[in-house]
């Protein structure tokens, strides 16, 4: 392998910051040092470019609080009124079903009613030859019994 090929990295160098020089203020400032002040790291990229900046240490998360144990009392309790409650909405449901299907045995019972009734009175209030008939003989018993016969 040729050794002009492989890439040359820049040495790490470490940056101190420089003190600004406070300025005049018409009434006196305390200022309020930290303890210490954090060095400035630099990095150098692949690329070439140089990254300066202070170093941050990670965000400790908060402690888990244990959490308080629930009796199986409790949890019995609560599953038996999820149960329950889901027994009354079933129930409710339930009656509603039988409440509309007497409904619609109610109707067809009355359609059956209307149906039947209706072909009844098509057979009485037909001009078929039937009622003549009927008639005919009706009074012809009625003349024979009278003697009106000739």
């Avoid at 600004?20 to 305390?30: K, R, S």
């Avoid at 470019?49 to 629930?70: D, L």
Wanted: aromatic share 4%.
């Amino acid at each position: 392998m040729n050794e002009s090929n492989i890439p040359r990295t820049a040495p790490v160098v470490v940056h101190q910051p420089t003190p600004i020089a406070p300025a005049a203020h018409p009434m006196p400032v305390v200022p309020a040092q930290p303890g210490s002040v954090p060095t400035v790291a630099s990095v150098v990229l692949p690329d070439g470019r140089i990254v300066t900046g202070y170093a941050v240490a990670p965000a400790q998360p908060e402690p888990v609080t244990a959490k308080q144990a629930v009796s199986r009392t409790a949890v019995n309790i609560a599953l038996g009124g999820i149960g329950f409650a889901a027994v009354c909405g079933g129930l409710a449901l339930a009656a509603t079903f039988i409440a509309a299907l007497a409904a619609l045995v109610q109707q067809l019972i009355i359609l059956a009613a209307v149906i039947f009734g209706g072909w009844i009175a098509v057979q009485v209030f037909s001009a078929g030859g039937s009622r003549g008939a009927t008639t005919v003989h009706i009074r012809k018993a009625v003349i024979k019994r009278n003697r009106f016969h000739g």
